[in-house]
């Protein structure tokens, strides 16, 4: 399965904030964004870049991508998705990209980051519906039910760790911490998505 393998404290500092890619690192002093506030490189401290509608449309959809974990053509897949379905195309991305099974376990905080999150799914220690899923990108619908298969003592404790970084579990889901069970409750609305995102801009970069 091809992955992102770059550095991810990185792209945060190029995308210009915090993208909570490294779970409990990006709640201390050691982020990288606190510590060094200006993108990676040579020159990025002092670089000055011009600024432009195409660039503010790009570093839009870098950021999203990298925000949930995606690849180039994977994400691009995902607006092709959305463009087709009724509504509005920016809304139907993001829900998307919500409903996306690694996603959903971090919102849930059974991972402390979304790749914390996809490599337990991988290693097949989520069921959903009482049924093993080791695909990442399985979309989830609403009434069903996510829960953790934490057989090993050392498994639990990550996942528990992970639950303590949770700051709110969102709306839309509803989380058993306690027994490691989660349900999908509805579609997530725009207002549910709390994402550092301006969708409006990826369409109107897609759209070219």
Known sequence: MARDTS?????????????????ERCHTDKCAVDRRAYPPGEHGRGRRRKSSEYLLQLREKQKTRRYYGLLEKQFRNYYHTAHRQPGITGENLL???ELRL?????????????????????HGHFLVDGRRVNIPSYRVQPDQII??????????????????????????????????????????????????VQEQLIIELYSK
Do not use: M
Request: net charge positive; charged share 30%.
């Open 147 to 196: 829960s953790a298969v934490a057989t090993k003592e050392g498994l639990k404790a990550v996942i528990e760790e992970a639950t303590d970084l949770t700051a709110a579990v969102p709306a839309w889901l509803q989380a058993d911490h306690d027994n490691l069970t989660g349900k999908v409750l509805r579609l997530p609305e725009r207002a549910d998505i709390d994402a550092p």
């Open 95 to 97: 829900r998307l990209l």
């Open 7 to 23: 550095p991810q404290c990185k792209q945060c500092r190029r995308e210009g904030g915090k993208l909570f890619l490294k779970g």
């Open 102 to 122: 690694d996603n959903v376990v971090y919102r849930l905080g059974f991972g402390a980051s979304r790749r914390q999150a996809r490599q337990l799914i991988l």
